[in-house]
Structures are given as structure tokens and as C-alpha cells.
């Protein structure tokens, strides 16, 4: 396990609608493990404490149940929430925060993620491979981007990727570039299956 430079845990983002999947996309499954399962096994490797971002409906599904959890504060804000709460619950915390739908997340990239985070950094994320913009799923929150985080949803922004730009976030090159990709319908999960090799 690395050292961490400040008290950095894990974050895996669950609370998710999934709409357009048509099924949960924490509980899919690949060659047996649910994308749940690899993310926060992957997460457990670098931190001391890993846990699980659900909305309360979803707390006693088999697996979840499985996991340190932290349920929502807020409704209908998307990511957002989880991060929040998480941040509410343990307010002393800098979380190393990802989606649960990164099938190609690697330890190198949370190697890197964890090396180049400073104590001074409010947030610290990767750039996109396609437009440069900051990737707000793979990045860690310290404890002190709370106000900013607060301020942004009290005037309504939301989207973490808007908040990230808007608050001059470090950005990091990705060290494997597929590794942020992620997947929202059945023709992404076919899409990256066949290119990793499951048919």
C-alpha cells in the first residue's frame, strides 16, 4: 500500500439510476465479480478505508450489503450527493472518489492519482483523453473543497465536471488512457467486453 500524504479513503459511487443501462451497473458482472466487487477490491489496495456511495433504497441488496456504506443526504443532484455525504459523515476526510463503471480503472492510475496529490490541493482529477476537460469520477476531494462544493449546490450547480472547472482543479495526464472509460448502455458494455476480450 502506498502512504498516504494526508488521510485519503475510498469512495465507489453506486447511487446511480441507471437509466439508460436498463439494469444496475454496480451488480453487472464480469468473468463473476460485479463491477461493485472490482472497484472497491481495487480501492482497498491503496486506502485504509474504502466505502460505498448508495441511496437508502438500494442499502440492502445482496451486495451492497456486503460494504461499508454511505447513504445519500440529497436527492437529485446526480454524483454530487455521494460526495457530500461522504464528505458530511466524515468531515475530516480527503476521498479518493470513483464511479463504479470505470471496467478498465487500474492501480496505476490510482498509483499516480495518490502520488501526485499535494495537502495543499482542493481537488486533484485526470484530464479526458478526448477533449481535455477534467475527469470528476477518478479524482480525490480533500476535506477543504467542502465550502466550494456546498457553494456550487446552493447556486445550483451540480455536474462535478462544471464544478471541477470552475474551481481551477490540478489535472493529471492520464497514465492509461483507457482507463476512465466508462459505461452507460448495453452497446457500451458490449463495446468494451469485446475489447477486453469477453466476447
Not at 477490491?41 to 485504509?48: G, R
Not at 455521494?82 to 463503471?101: Q, R, T
Not at 487500474?106 to 495537502?119: G, Q, R, V
Amino acid at each position: 500500500m502506498l502512504k498516504n500524504k494526508r488521510n485519503i479513503w475510498g469512495l465507489v459511487l453506486s447511487g446511480g439510476m441507471s437509466k439508460r443501462m436498463g439494469q444496475d451497473k454496480a451488480l453487472i458482472e464480469i468473468d463473476g465479480n460485479t463491477q461493485l466487487n472490482k472497484t472497491y477490491t481495487l480501492l482497498q489496495n491503496h486506502l485504509p478505508e474504502v466505502f460505498v456511495s448508495s441511496r437508502a433504497d438500494q442499502s440492502t441488496d445482496n451486495e451492497r450489503k456486503k460494504y461499508n456504506q454511505i447513504y445519500d443526504l440529497y436527492n437529485n443532484i446526480g454524483p454530487l450527493a455521494g460526495i457530500l455525504s461522504a464528505m458530511h459523515e466524515h468531515p475530516e476526510v480527503d476521498w479518493l472518489v470513483v464511479a463504479c463503471d470505470l471496467m478498465n480503472l487500474d492501480d496505476k492510475t490510482i498509483d499516480y492519482l495518490i502520488e501526485n496529490y499535494h495537502p495543499n490541493d482542493n481537488i486533484i482529477a485526470y484530464k479526458s483523453e478526448y477533449n481535455g476537460l477534467p475527469e470528476p469520477l477518478c479524482a480525490i476531494y480533500s476535506a477543504s473543497a467542502k465550502p466550494l462544493l456546498d457553494e456550487s449546490m446552493n447556486r445550483k450547480v451540480i455536474c462535478p465536471r462544471k464544478i471541477l472547472i470552475n474551481s481551477n482543479a490540478k489535472l493529471l495526464t492520464q497514465p492509461n488512457p483507457s482507463a476512465l472509460e466508462n459505461f452507460n448502455t448495453p452497446e457500451d458494455l458490449h463495446l468494451q467486453k469485446r475489447e477486453l476480450g469477453h466476447g
